[in-house]
């Protein structure tokens, strides 16, 4: 498999944009988390039992 891209990441983020892990969006957050400055419990609502299964494959993903 080739290496990850934001865009990988990002598609299994929620997407609403909260800003409650300190970036002003979903892409800026999948970036951090590629470049290893955030972890995926920045996320407040992959941490919700609706994305329990996207937080999986993202950990899967990036070996988590």
Known sequence: MSELSVFDVFEYLPGINC?????????AFAEKLLKGQ???DGCAPLR?????????QLMAMLKV
């Open 19 to 27: 800003k409650n892990c300190g970036e002003n969006n979903c892409m």
């Open 48 to 56: 919700e039992d609706i994305y329990k299964k996207r937080k999986e």
């Open 38 to 40: 955030k972890t995926l």
